[in-house]
């Protein structure tokens, strides 16, 4: 059997609020003062000082060149695992090849051993207004674009202002706190917002990538392509065959290599995204040595498939690596614009029909944990009874939610490991009867009458040994239920038109989430094609927890409101959880380096290795 998560699906950029303090205000301020920095962060916590010289944990002397080959393991935006038809990877249209963001400079980047910290690149400094609602970005002489031709702030302007209007609906609505951009002059861009804008907008929107404003008078933004667009990051894209494979090389003379927040890091020639339907196909591959370095998502893969010969002779290396971000929430998502789920005792009963211990021991060889939150693996996951300040959020919306808020979070059920768990059905049983679906010639009916037909839909089949028990345990229910496989371009399309029952997918947060939750849970997000909000859950409660969320002060009210949220979402049985693992399994060739310090909140896999000659005789040979 196959086995185990999806690829890690990052559906969404992390972001965060600058300098601390309250949205739309600085708590210690003068209202004269403006801040001047050389970083942002949530709440003002910056780890490394302005004459910083390199993120800790880089090697600043890596060797440079080689290639890094993988099967890429996230996506952003339109981006597709199975397949790429397009390079424009910042719009709803057309399926993008994974590694698109690597081309384009942004303002700040990301520090990967503090929780939402962002650092200057394309931008030497950031001056915040003291009301929090505008900030002037100086961008650096150097930065320049692939042909040469000056980076400006009236690139800058360009790009935050079209990705306002024609990016994609994820980047649309966080941007919705963002009134607009302007260049002054060539060197300074003011970003504005909205009073009491979202925490995380102006961090998003540091992070967002720089076009050529140049290139886009000739050429519509919003079209699906693969001309190359024109970059500044610190790669270019390389040769590529869609749906096959991309490569994306180095700019050796790239303006952006000798600062503080690039030093040792982007250091192979050349990097290559393999794409393969199929995931046996895509293992034989790298035990071959067709690519180089692999994820491992299969837990059969996993504990029964590393004993080809490079394996055995030492020449490839395995690795379980910890992963101290939030796990998120991986299940299936329970499409609630349909009516004939929008019982909630309806759903409810789907998880009691879903035997995890038994997939688990069976299918994954006892390699997961069960998800049960959505801040899953993180202090924002709710646990035991409501605190005093959780129940200050939650009290003004008793008898809008269910009494259970109030008490122990919704947990799903543990089974007897049988497959079958007679208790467990039973119940379900009893809740399709109280929700008013019965049992009529054998067949589970909704209250018109009409027979409860369920399919699932998913794009790859490796996903079919963990669906045929639960469908199973669905028929003794009464419930007619199948499993329905789709090209990727298809499942693309209709998962973005929200056009399906139920499907599989995985998503999650930052340290620090904020604006991007309205994307996962906003009533505005189930109506937006293309929104990450599959269950379509829409419910003003829940949109009050995010704002209270987005509201937070201080890292101690965030973490209280997020559990306050997942409450009120667990409660809705919105999704039916499936598992998770705190640790990346990971499998390469033996010709890399890589730093003896692991950031601590990303991968930092292909970012900190790099490629080492030395060991270039135990890549397979040839003929």
């Not at 690597?102 to 009301?131: C, H, I, Q």
């Not at 202090?379 to 269910?402: I, S």
């Not at 919704?410 to 059905?425: F, W």
């Not at 018109?448 to 399919?455: A, Q, R, Y």
Request: charged residues 25%; neutral net charge.
């Amino acid at each position: 059997m196959t086995a185990a998560p999806s690829r890690r699906r990052v559906l969404a950029f992390a972001a965060a609020t600058a300098f601390g303090g309250l949205p739309g205000q600085d708590s210690s301020a003068s209202a004269d003062d403006d801040i001047e920095s050389h970083g942002m962060s949530a709440f003002g916590d910056l780890g490394y000082p302005a004459d910083f010289q390199r993120f800790r944990y880089v090697n600043p002397d890596a060797n440079k060149g080689g290639i890094f080959s993988q099967i890429g393991p996230d996506r952003a935006y339109n981006q597709n695992f199975l397949t790429f038809n397009s390079l424009n990877t910042f719009i709803l249209r057309g399926d993008a090849a994974q590694g698109m963001e690597m081309t384009f400079a942004t303002l700040m980047v990301r520090s990967g051993d503090e929780p939402d910290a962002m650092y200057g690149l394309a931008a030497e400094k950031v001056r915040r207004s003291a009301d929090g609602l505008t900030y002037q970005f100086f961008i650096r002489p150097a930065a320049k674009f692939h042909n040469g031709s000056k980076l400006t702030a009236r690139d800058v302007a360009f790009s935050l202002n079209i990705l306002k209007e024609k990016g994609h609906p994820l980047i649309t609505q966080s941007l919705r706190d963002f009134n607009g951009a302007a260049a002054s002059d060539d060197v300074t861009v003011t970003a504005s917002f909205a009073p009491r804008r979202a925490r995380d907008v102006p961090l998003f929107v540091a992070g967002l990538p720089i076009f050529s404003r140049a290139y886009y008078t000739a050429k519509p933004f919003d079209e699906s392509s693969l001309e190359p667009p024109l970059g500044s990051g610190p790669y270019k894209v390389g040769r590529f065959e869609p749906g096959r494979y991309i490569e994306y090389q180095r700019v050796k003379d790239w303006w952006g290599a000798d600062l503080p927040v690039a030093r040792g890091q982007n250091n192979f020639d050349v990097l290559r995204f393999e794409y393969y339907r199929d995931r046996d196909v895509g293992f034989e591959g790298f035990s071959a040595g067709t690519y180089l370095f692999r994820e491992e998502f299969t837990s059969r893969f996993w504990a029964t498939r590393y004993d080809f010969p490079a394996m055995r002779d030492g020449r490839v290396k395995r690795d379980e690596i910890p992963d101290d971000t939030p796990s998120g929430a991986q299940g299936w998502f329970i499409n609630t614009r349909r009516q004939k789920f929008a019982d909630p005792r309806l759903r409810e009963a789907l998880n009691d029909a879903f035997d995890f211990e038994w997939t688990d021991k069976t299918i994954m060889y006892g390699a997961y944990l069960r998800t049960v939150s959505v801040f899953q693996n993180s202090d924002m996951m709710a646990v035991g009874k409501p605190t005093a300040a959780e129940l200050a959020l939650l009290e003004p919306f008793r008898g809008r939610v269910p009494d259970e808020v109030f008490g122990e979070p919704y947990a799903p059920p543990v089974s007897d490991g049988s497959g079958q768990d007679r208790a467990l059905l039973r119940k379900a049983s009893q809740l399709l009867d109280a929700a008013g679906c019965p049992i009529r010639a054998g067949k589970r009916v909704l209250p018109d009458g009409s027979p409860v037909i369920i399919e699932f839909l998913i794009d790859e089949p490796s996903f079919e040994p963990h669906h045929m028990p639960f469908i199973k345990n669905l028929g003794i229910l009464g419930i007619d239920a199948t499993v329905r496989i789709v090209d990727p371009v298809q499942y693309r399309a209709r998962r973005d038109g929200f056009d399906f029952d139920i499907t599989i997918d995985r998503f999650n947060f930052s340290s620090t989430p904020g604006d991007s939750l309205r994307s996962f849970f906003s009533s505005q997000a189930a109506a937006l094609k293309g929104s990450n909000n599959l269950a379509g859950i829409a419910d003003p409660v829940i949109d009050a927890m995010v704002d209270a969320v987005i509201a937070a002060r201080e890292r101690p009210a965030l973490v209280t409101a997020c559990r306050a949220l997942d409450r009120v979402i667990r409660s809705g049985r919105y999704w039916i959880p499936n598992w998770y693992k705190a640790s990346h399994w990971i499998a390469y060739w033996d010709v890399f380096g890589r730093p003896a310090t692991q950031p601590r909140y990303f991968r930092g896999i292909p970012d900190t290795w790099w490629y080492d000659p030395t060991k270039s005789a135990k890549l397979p040979q040839r003929g």
